[in-house]
Each structure stands twice: as structure tokens, then as C-alpha cells.
């Protein structure tokens, strides 16, 4: 793809001039933005996205074996952050919050498995403490040296801090300490102030979540970024979003993925305003979400289709749209299937390679720090004897030994399925 692209072809005479800069590799601005987002040459936009990613990435396509562990959904903001399906009020039906013991119990599921990455976000309790955290990630790492850790977003690191009274840097440097290996890009939204009045408007402001990642990033501590959309957000709001994306990369280089989220309007406060129950986005607007980041954002090295909120089918297309990254296996998604997402919770590791294979691409499966662990997938049975690792570059080890934590005797209740600021 990547060796043949005639912008003069393009039916929307808006995306020439535009695939014209795409050609020369010039950076595109916010008027070129809105017309991509503008336009109805859906083929069109991703004919030029595709020759961008094509161009950066070939014909490879990440992927990593991960789980996902939500250890409370119990959430300050439960009341105001009207788009979330997950959080609860601490004594409202369906509250849950782990104890360290009942982390470890689930966390067990990857021995024996080629999970190399823990991905960790949950609510914003008001009396879980950052010791809480940084014991269970040195205790996770105890466990299992080699698998990464990605956890807990902007918006629970600021929240950490002001509980704590300490700064966000600080609280990054424990957590960093204690064997955290980056964070994930959940909690952005959609960075205008107007948006975030409407949908959250006690969440931290977008300049806010800002700082936290430029604060990460300083510390090396590497991150993702998201932007949540098909909500009350117009297209300038999308692209200044992006915008600032942009900017802080510019800046520090940091983040090394972006993934966009669909709103589900299932199960919370803003679909029931806005007459959205039972819809999500469309697979139009989620192409086209995923086409617009690969062209806007020329500084981020992937762009990831998160195959839970859009459909393992919808982001096997997006692998010709731009992207080349997909979400892995999960095991446990909570967040968007209490929001009403009807996929799978869990992505059996043979089913991700040929759901890549599929596309006509190449399945590398990756660490959290996107080192390639695999790229050889003479057998895609999901079971662990299957696969050949090379072994998983070194990673920090905890600070301090965490005390050792039996495994309960009984297994750990099963949490109901609730558990939105992920990614
Ligand atoms: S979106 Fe995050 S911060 Fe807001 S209520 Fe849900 S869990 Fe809490």
C-alpha cells in the first residue's frame, strides 16, 4: 500500500490537498482534521491512513497477552462522571473492593499462560491508600517477575495525591518503585472544558491529565493516550483533543499508543438523557476515528482498535484504516460489558493471530513497552505449550520485597461483572 498512493483519485476533492501533504510527510493541521473528519470518502480517508500506517509499520500488526484486574469499582465520582457504567457508591449494590489476597487469587490465572502484562485501572476509592497499590504491584511482580504492569490511570494518580497530600510526581515514583512498568491512557474523554461540564464535570481538566502524563514521562515512565467519543463531542473538540495529544508528544515522546473509545450509553446517566440505550457508535464512525488519529497523530508509532467496545470484527477492518495494534487477550473485561458491549470478555490468544492473520497482516505480539516477544506463530492454539517465547527483556524488580501473601484456601468471590476509564 504504502508504494502506490494518487491523491488525485480521492472522490472528496477536500482530502487532495490533504493527501497531497500526506505524500510529502507534512504534518496536518486543525483545519485539515475537521476535514477529514467532515468527510464522507470513508474509502477515501482510509486509503490514506492505511498508506500512512503502511509506511510506518509494513504489514505488522501488535498484539499482546494480557489481563485485565479492576480492583474496586468503587468511585468518588460515581454521581457526576454520567457516562460511567462501572463505579459505584461504596454501599451500593454491586460495590466491590479487592482485597490484595483476592488480586493475587486472580492474577494466579496467568501462570502457565503467556501473559506478559497486568492491565490495572479501577475507581477512585476514598479510603484505598497508595500503600494499597504499591504493595499489590510489588506483590504482582513477586509473583510474576516477568509480566508487565499497566496500571492505573491519570485520574487516580491525581486522586492518590490528594489524599496522600503529595504530589502526582511523588506518587509516581512509588508506584514506579514498587515495579510499575507505564500507564494506560484512560480518563482523557474528551479534553474541552464544555464536554467535560456536561459528562464529568468533577474530573480532572484535560490540562490536568496533561500534567500527569508529562509528569510520567519525565519520570520515564511511558503511557498511553485515549480520547473517548461518540458522545456529546463535536469534531473541533475531537481535534483540539488531538491536538494536545500531539503537543505533549512533541514534547516528551511518551506515549506509545493511542487508543480511541467508543461511548456505550448502556447502563449510565448520559444514554438515558441523550436517548442512546441499546446503541453504540457505528462502525462508520469508528473507522473513521481510528483513519483521522493515524493522519493527525505523525508522532505516535501505533494506533490501537480496542476489539471489546467496537467488535473483534470491526477492528479486524480497522487493520486496513490505519491501525496496528489491537487489543489482546483481556481475560476479564468489565468495563465496557457494564456499559452494554455484547463481545466476548476474553480474546483466546489463537483467535487473536488469526483474527490478524485474516486481514492479510502480521501478528507480533508484544510486551507493554512494545519490544516484540513473538513473532513465529507455527501453532495458534491459545494453549500455553503452544508458543515458543523469547525471553521478556529485563524488567525493574520491587524497591522493597513485598510480604509474601498466601493464596486464600477458598477461591475469591466472584466479582460480579462491573467493573470506565480504561485502556
Ligand atoms: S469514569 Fe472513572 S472517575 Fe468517573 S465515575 Fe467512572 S470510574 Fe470514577
Given at each position: 500500500m504504502s508504494g502506490a498512493l494518487d491523491p488525485g483519485r480521492?472522490?472528496?476533492?477536500?482530502?487532495?490537498?490533504?493527501?497531497?501533504?500526506?505524500?510529502?510527510?507534512?504534518?496536518?493541521?486543525?483545519?485539515?482534521?475537521?476535514?477529514?473528519?467532515?468527510?464522507?470518502?470513508?474509502?477515501g480517508l482510509g486509503l490514506l491512513a492505511g498508506w500512512v500506517n503502511a509506511?510506518?509499520?509494513?504489514d505488522r500488526v501488535f498484539f499482546s497477552a494480557n489481563q485485565h484486574i479492576n480492583p474496586t469499582n468503587v468511585c468518588v465520582l460515581r454521581n457526576t462522571c454520567v457516562f460511567c457504567s462501572f463505579a459505584r457508591m461504596p454501599k451500593e449494590e454491586g460495590a466491590y473492593t479487592r482485597s490484595l489476597d483476592e488480586?493475587?487469587?486472580e492474577a494466579a490465572q496467568a501462570e502457565g499462560q503467556p501473559?506478559?502484562?497486568?492491565?490495572?485501572?479501577?475507581?477512585l476509592h476514598p479510603k484505598l491508600r497508595l500503600q494499597y497499590y504499591t504493595d499489590m504491584i510489588a506483590g504482582l511482580k513477586q509473583?510474576?517477575?516477568?509480566?508487565?504492569?499497566?496500571?492505573?490511570?491519570?485520574?487516580?494518580?491525581?486522586?492518590?495525591?490528594?489524599?496522600?497530600?503529595?504530589?502526582e510526581r511523588d506518587v509516581l515514583q512509588a508506584l514506579k518503585d514498587a515495579g510499575l512498568t507505564s500507564l494506560p491512557g484512560g480518563g482523557a474523554e474528551v479534553f474541552s472544558t464544555a464536554v467535560r461540564a456536561t459528562i464529568a464535570e468533577r474530573k480532572l481538566t484535560g490540562e490536568e491529565w496533561i500534567r500527569v502524563h508529562r509528569t510520567a514521562h519525565e519520570l520515564r515512565i511511558p503511557t498511553n493516550c485515549t480520547m473517548l467519543y461518540g458522545h456529546v463531542e463535536t469534531a473541533a473538540d475531537r481535534i483540539g483533543h488531538l491536538t494536545m495529544l500531539r503537543a505533549l508528544q512533541d514534547e516528551t515522546g511518551g506515549f506509545l499508543t493511542y487508543i480511541p473509545l467508543a461511548y456505550h450509553p448502556d447502563h449510565n446517566q448520559l444514554g438515558e438523557e441523550m436517548g442512546r440505550v441499546g446503541t453504540a457508535t457505528t462502525g462508520y464512525e469508528d473507522l473513521k476515528n481510528i483513519a483521522v488519529a493515524r493522519l493527525?497523530?505523525?508522532?505516535?508509532?501505533?494506533?490501537?482498535?480496542?476489539?471489546?467496545?467496537?467488535?473483534?470484527?470491526?477492528s479486524q477492518i480497522a487493520l486496513a484504516f490505519g491501525c496496528d495494534d489491537v487489543e489482546g487477550t483481556v481475560v476479564y473485561e468489565r468495563v465496557y460489558h457494564?456499559?452494554?458491549?455484547?463481545?466476548?470478555?476474553?480474546?483466546?490468544?489463537?483467535?487473536l493471530v488469526r483474527l490478524i492473520r485474516g486481514a492479510g497482516k502480521r501478528p507480533v505480539e508484544r510486551n507493554s513497552l512494545y519490544q516484540p516477544v513473538r513473532e513465529r506463530f507455527d501453532d495458534t492454539s491459545s494453549g500455553p505449550d503452544a508458543r515458543t517465547r523469547v525471553p521478556a527483556p529485563a524488567t525493574t524488580a520491587p524497591a522493597t520485597p513485598a510480604p509474601a501473601t498466601p493464596a486464600p484456601a477458598t477461591p475469591a468471590p466472584v466479582v460480579s461483572a462491573r467493573a470506565v476509564h480504561a485502556a
Open positions: 480521492l472522490g472528496d476533492l477536500r482530502l487532495r490537498p490533504i493527501g497531497d501533504k500526506v505524500l510529502r510527510g507534512e504534518r496536518l493541521d486543525p483545519d485539515d482534521g475537521l476535514a477529514l473528519y467532515g468527510t464522507s470518502d470513508l474509502l509506511r510506518r509499520n509494513g488480586v493475587y487469587h501473559t506478559s502484562e497486568f492491565h490495572i485501572v479501577g475507581g509473583r510474576h517477575p516477568s509480566v508487565h504492569i499497566k496500571a492505573l490511570t491519570a485520574v487516580e494518580i491525581a486522586h492518590l495525591a490528594r489524599i496522600e497530600r503529595i504530589s493527525y497523530l505523525d508522532n505516535v508509532a501505533h494506533i490501537k482498535t480496542h476489539w471489546p467496545m467496537v467488535t473483534p470484527f470491526l457494564e456499559a452494554g458491549a455484547q463481545t466476548q470478555m476474553h480474546m483466546p490468544y489463537g483467535e
